[in-house]
């Protein structure tokens, strides 16, 4: 399987170190996943839009893998959230949207973990079978997810932040 | 003294930790883990 989707720089809101990814489990299915042979990448995408070419959506350059797990297992109950800790902390600059990759070379049949998706209006997924598959289906749906870690505020200096709350921005 | 407190952990400590949650739960996903 080979997965992409973006999120918008305005649904970030800001500079972010992704620590973990996270999917809602959905009530079908299995309670727990295992897949094999799975990485996650992270980086930038140019366009709120993708291609059904999975590369001609990266930013040159800012592809990054982020996790690489020979097994990955995933266990939620139903409507619980998942978070994947990343291996390798991803360093997003608020300038972009974000562009997620999702491979796993095989799944363990008995399993299957389902989660939530939502309907965002725009081909914001692409999705193949096979992780060496050049280009994918697009789809307007995408999955729902949770990124975790920190926000830099912005910096500013102890006498500017001052100014913030004195009227006419002195003492 | 609270406010200058309060101020200076803004200058200090100049990160948060956030929780980011994009999109919503409308439909189950068709396959596995994630898929459209």
Do not use: H
Not at chain 1, 20 to 41: C, D, L, T
Not at chain 1, 69 to 89: C, G, I, M, Q, Y
Not at chain 1, 108 to 122: R, V
Not at chain 2, 16 to 34: I, Y
Request: aromatic share 10%.
């Amino acid at each position: 399987m080979r997965y992409q989707l973006v999120v918008l720089d305005d649904e970030i809101g800001g500079s972010m170190t992704v620590q973990s990814i996270a999917w809602q489990r959905a009530p079908a299915g299995a309670s727990q996943g295992m897949y094999y042979v799975a990485k996650i990448y992270m980086g930038l995408c140019a366009s709120d839009a993708l291609s059904a070419t999975f590369e001609d959506n990266w930013v040159p350059g800012s592809k990054t893998l982020v996790l690489d797990a020979d097994t990955l297992s995933l266990s939620a109950a139903a409507n619980e959230w998942e978070p994947v800790p990343l291996d390798v902390p991803f360093e997003y600059d608020g300038t972009g949207n974000l562009l997620v990759e999702v491979q796993w070379a095989a799944a363990n049949p008995a399993y299957s973990f389902y989660t939530w998706k939502w309907e965002t209006g725009a081909a914001r997924s692409v999705k193949a079978g096979s992780v060496s598959s050049p280009t994918g289906i697009l789809s307007t749906q995408m999955s729902e997810l949770m990124l975790t870690g920190t926000m830099a505020l912005e910096a500013d200096t102890f006498a500017g932040i001052k100014t913030l709350f004195v009227p006419g921005g002195s003492e | 003294m609270k406010l200058a407190t309060l101020l200076l952990a803004m200058v200090v400590l100049p990160v948060l930790a956030a929780d980011v949650t994009v999109g919503s739960a409308q439909t189950q996903s068709s396959d596995p883990w994630c898929g459209s």
